[in-house]
């Protein structure tokens, strides 16, 4: 059973538009989560974290974390081109502090 | 420098070739991490260090070594790789194993001729 998942895409959306990325995860006792976005050949770099259920909200990013349902989200408001990408959700395992992450969703956002 | 470094950036290297990978995170973080991403996989965690001491080895086959000789330092030697072990490797680093906002290296793209 995979641990996090992710669906790869690709996720096409119109720029302007809202674009939504969903993740599951397995480990019920995970406490931390973690979005990530890659550009093609380039190395992940940390756009959000959340920890508590609910939303957060930084710029035209929003996570949201639903733990009942081991679910978590990353919104992107007024999608650009340049935030075409892959999105990697990670979640920090309860038992061994480990970050595991999903295998991403490739977002493109056509002009 | 800023932030993690890493060098060199490509390497292409025989199966009985000995080569190592270096990371430098200038964060004044204590943790550091490998990673080897592999296309349409999962990044693959391979090693954990918190104040230079390995607390992780996720099964990584010996003919990967990772070296901690301080807590801004991480080298990766390798020798004697299998094509299959072609990929990304990456370095990461954060503030300790309690924090968990990881920040990458740009990575190390590896070939194995």
């Known amino acids: 059973q995979k641990e996090v998942e992710q669906n790869s895409g690709p996720l096409s959306v119109p720029e302007g538009a809202i674009a939504s990325l969903n993740c599951t995860y397995s480990?019920?006792?995970?406490?931390?989560f973690f979005w990530y976005r890659q550009y093609s050949g380039k190395s992940p770099e940390l756009i959000m974290s959340?920890?508590?259920?609910g939303d957060k909200e930084d710029g035209r990013f929003t996570a949201q974390l639903n733990k009942a349902s081991q679910y978590v989200s990353l919104l992107i408001r007024d999608s650009q081109p340049s935030d075409s990408a892959t999105y990697l959700c990670?979640?920090?395992?309860?038992?061994?502090?480990?970050?595991?992450f999903g295998a991403g969703t490739i977002l493109r956002v056509k002009s | 420098e800023t932030g993690v470094t890493q060098t060199p950036r490509h390497l292409v290297m025989g199966m009985t070739n000995k080569k190592s990978l270096k990371c430098e995170q200038h964060?004044?973080?204590?943790?550091m991490y490998w990673y080897k991403q592999s296309a349409k996989k999962p990044l693959e965690l391979m090693f954990v260090?918190?104040?230079?001491?390995?607390?992780e080895n996720n099964s990584v086959p010996s003919r990967f070594s990772p070296e901690c000789p301080n807590s801004s330092h991480l080298f990766l030697h390798l020798h004697t790789l299998q094509p299959e072990d072609s990929a990304l490797y990456l370095c990461?680093?954060?503030?300790?194993?309690?924090?968990?906002?990881?920040?990458f290296g740009p990575g190390t793209r590896l070939t194995v001729t």
């Open positions: 990461a680093s954060s503030q300790d194993l309690q924090y968990y906002e990881q920040y």
């Open positions: 480990d019920r006792g995970s406490q931390s």
């Open positions: 959340i920890y508590s259920n």
């Open positions: 990670a979640s920090l395992m309860e038992y061994g502090n480990k970050l595991v």
């Open positions: 964060l004044g973080h204590n943790a």
């Open positions: 260090y918190n104040f230079k001491e390995q607390t």
